[in-house]
């Protein structure tokens, strides 16, 4: 309606006046007579190195899988378009009291192929969910002793409750750069990109404001659309060899990436992936042991669902488990899990795992149950060779 009175109103003005107007007109009206959103930018902020040493003569970021003496550039970019839900904060025990919304500009990571015949792959970091801060926060609050006794013992468990901004995020990146199939893309000469996560979508929102925990926007398909857009236009690649993989909440993103456009890559690999999200409440982890006892746990848990997704049908929609035959998903996927996962049950994969072993041709999907008491099943040097052999047999 706004464009159309700016239209009407411009024949009757000045020359001059209305060649202003023409150009306010066209930057700021869309086809549905909305304002129309400017297009993300990337800004370079740094570069880490990768490497499999710490140190002067080796990297920022440690990866202990790659070979003596190999180290690789990792440049980081923001996206100030893309704000994390809140500010940074060390004070575990105030959160979200002690952080201001909005937070600083989302954050990714990219090494370019090493030649423009080699494949790309983005690789998604996990804890990507906002009610494991939302609970974790509970959690503190409720027994802030024990909170910090456990933060003391465990230093690593901060990553609970650093996900919603963007030192979670980098967290993440690091995370990732420090992983086996980081180690073996780039050894192999493959370039890399991840994407940060710092708004608990679990790679959904369009930039909707989520009113769950911390009232705000949530960007996180826009995200990782966008690095992923960004990241093939830049650097010169073989297009018939594109790859993503994600474990835990990064899988969990693989299949967000999947639903949202089957064809986004040639192949796809998860491992142990928070694929049905309903299965937190009806088959939770042993973790979440800790916070049944704590008065608003399950409320706080079911507004998550309601909050991101309306419905609890429309939560169990966002899985790959539900969707790949009803959709006809053809993706070649290899799907690697445990029964025995201590945070990822069975409630939570089996759906995924039944609509595979369904699918046919059986040859565009493996299904590996490792059996382990591990999270995270790709682990080792040899089996992220192994997922990188399997994803590059298969081409657009």
Same mark, same amino acid.
């Given at each position: ?36 959103? @400017? ?6 902020? !740094? &570069?880490?190195?990768? /490497? %499999? *040493? =710490?140190?002067?003569? #080796?990297?920022? $970021? ?51 192929p090493s030649d ?54 980098? @967290? ?6 420090? !992983? &086996?199939?980081?180690? /073996? %893309? *780039? =050894?192999?000469?493959? #370039?890399?990109? $991840? ?11 369009r930039g909707e ?107 169990? /929609? ?57 999270h995270c099943q ?19």
């Amino acid at each position: 309606m706004r464009c159309q009175l700016f239209r009407t109103t411009m024949r009757r003005l000045p020359s001059l006046f209305l060649a202003l107007l023409v150009g306010m007109w066209t930057v700021g009206c869309g086809d549905d007579g909305e304002p129309t959103a @400017r297009e993300p930018q990337a800004r370079r902020i !740094g &570069a880490w190195r990768i /490497a %499999a *040493l =710490e140190g002067p003569q #080796g990297g920022d $970021v440690v990866n202990g899988f790659l070979s003596a003496g190999k180290q690789f550039v990792a440049e980081i970019y923001e996206v100030p378009e893309f704000p994390c839900v809140r500010t940074d904060s060390d004070d575990y025990l105030h959160i979200p009291e002690a952080t201001e919304t909005p937070g600083a500009p989302a954050v990714f990571l990219a090494v370019p192929p090493s030649d423009p015949g080699a494949p790309v792959i983005m690789l998604f970091h996990g804890n990507g969910l906002d009610f494991i801060e939302a609970l974790a926060s509970l959690f503190v609050h409720a027994a802030p002793r024990t909170a910090m006794q456990i933060l003391q013992q465990q230093p690593g468990f901060a990553a609970f409750i650093e996900i919603l901004n963007r030192g979670g995020a980098m @967290r993440g990146l690091r995370g990732e750069a420090g !992983g &086996a199939i980081a180690a /073996a %893309a *780039l =050894e192999r000469g493959w #370039g890399i990109v $991840v994407p940060g996560n710092c708004w608990g979508d679990g790679g959904h929102h369009r930039g909707e404001v989520v009113d769950y925990y911390i009232r705000a926007p949530r960007y996180g398909r826009s995200m990782d659309d966008f690095v992923w857009r960004w990241f093939r236009q830049r650097f010169r690649h073989d297009h018939r060899r594109e790859y993503s993989f994600g474990c835990s909440g990064g899988g969990q993103r693989t299949a967000q990436l999947l639903l949202a456009d089957p064809d986004a890559v040639a192949a796809a690999a998860l491992d142990s992936p928070a694929d049905y999200l309903p299965g937190f409440k009806d088959d939770p982890p042993g973790l979440f042991a800790l916070l049944r006892g704590i008065p608003g746990y399950l409320e706080r848990l079911d507004a998550f669902y309601l909050a991101h997704y309306g419905t609890w049908e429309n939560a169990a /929609a966002q899985s790959l488990g539900t969707q790949l035959i009803p959709r006809g998903i053809q993706t070649p996927i290899f799907l690697a899990f445990s029964r025995n996962d201590p945070l990822v049950t069975n409630g939570i994969t089996h759906r995924l795992v039944e609509a595979l072993a369904q699918r046919s041709p059986a040859d565009r999907q493996v299904v590996w149950d490792t059996e382990e008491p591990v999270h995270c099943q790709i682990n080792t040097l040899s089996r992220a060779e192994a997922v990188l052999d399997w994803l590059e047999q298969w081409q657009r």
